[in-house]
């Protein structure tokens, strides 16, 4: 059973729109990290937040997380025909460090 | 760009092959993964590696196995592929300090069992 889930499973915007994706988790984290992929390649990492953060940016990104809800949220902001990716969110623990993966956003960004 | 590499980015081979996917970091991770992925679904940890000579069974019960002889190779091998192999196989590595670290992607193989 997957630990996150995000929600939309597909999202189809302009370019100069804001894109927001959201994420679900079951169990108890200590980080939450997002991921993009690009098709045909691996994932490349984006943002972490810390359980303990609420909000954070990174360029035009912007991650809040809140545990009481078990929810996340990535704004891409002024998006770009290049951010055309999917993007999956992973909780993270301390220790090994597992990260369980949702099964991701598929974001369109027409020119 | 990418310090960890897969090869062969895709393979199609008969049912019954013996097939060893290779992945290799330069990173000096301790920490290494595979994730099996189907097309636009998520991904789901099958095999993990501390460091040499330690290897965990994921999430995801998988007939494949892995070996850790050298910190910066963890291959993956399946002794008699079968067509419900075929998926995409993405390798990661992440430094041993702390839990809260990411994890680098290699680009994946893209493996067909016919």
């Known amino acids: 059973s997957q630990q996150g889930e995000e929600d939309p499973q597909a999202l189809s915007i302009q370019e100069g729109e804001n894109a927001t994706m959201n994420c679900s988790y079951k169990?108890?984290?200590?980080?939450l990290q997002w991921y993009r992929q690009n098709s045909g390649r691996g994932l490349v990492h984006l943002i972490l937040?810390?359980?303990?953060?609420r909000e954070k940016h990174s360029g035009r990104l912007r991650v809040t997380l809140d545990t009481s809800k078990k929810s996340s949220s990535l704004l891409i902001t002024a998006s770009r025909a290049a951010d055309t990716a999917s993007y999956f969110c992973?909780?993270?623990?301390?220790?090994?460090?597992?990260?369980?993966f949702g099964t991701g956003t598929r974001l369109l960004v027409s020119p | 760009e990418a310090d960890i590499y897969q090869t062969p980015r895709y393979l199609v081979i008969g049912t019954g092959k013996k097939i060893t996917l290779e992945c290799s970091q330069t990173?000096?991770?301790?920490?290494m993964y595979w994730y099996q992925q189907d097309p636009g679904m998520e991904l789901h940890l099958i095999h993990y590696?501390?460091?040499?000579?330690?290897?965990e069974k994921g999430d995801l019960s998988s007939e494949s196995t892995v070996s850790r002889i050298r910190t910066e190779h963890f291959p993956l091998t399946l002794e008699s592929a079968r067509p419900s192999h075929t998926s995409q196989y993405l390798c990661?590595?992440?430094?041993?300090?702390?839990?809260?670290?990411?994890?680098?992607f290699g680009d994946g193989t893209r493996l067909s069992i016919l």
């Open positions: 990661a590595s992440s430094p041993r300090s702390g839990g809260n670290q990411p994890q680098h």
């Open positions: 169990t108890s984290i200590n980080n």
């Open positions: 937040i810390r359980s303990n953060e």
């Open positions: 992973a909780g993270g623990n301390t220790g090994f460090q597992k990260l369980v």
């Open positions: 990173m000096g991770h301790d920490k």
């Open positions: 590696s501390y460091g040499v000579n330690s290897t």
